[in-house]
């Protein structure tokens, strides 16, 4: 069993900052890359930002710049920081783990969710 719990979010202004966590546990050999997405109401489900193991990012084109990804390898532990959040950025986060199972094949596994609301 694998369990991914995510945590950080919550209500903030615009403008404001939050920072989501996002921590695995559980059957896992080792972890390929961890990322966040996101969904909003009427919208298809999105990357936000993702990071691999030796800390390769990539991000979504309207996050550059304000959210930064991070990873601490020996907790499976991943952090979103966001800034200069906007309104749009409201949605669902998600977490996603892209790990290696003790039988060596590569799965992944999605987080519960947790809510980012800006609004004023």
Known sequence: ???VVESGGGLVQPGGSLKLSC???GRIFSINSMGWYR????KERELVARITTVGNTNYGDSVKGRFTISRDNAKNTMYLQMNSLKPED???YYCKVVYIAFGAEIKDYWGQGTQVTVSS
Request: aromatic share 0%; charged share 0%; net charge neutral.
């Open 1 to 3: 069993q694998v369990q």
């Open 90 to 92: 409201t949605a669902v």
């Open 39 to 42: 969904q909003a109401p009427g």
């Open 23 to 25: 921590a695995a546990s």
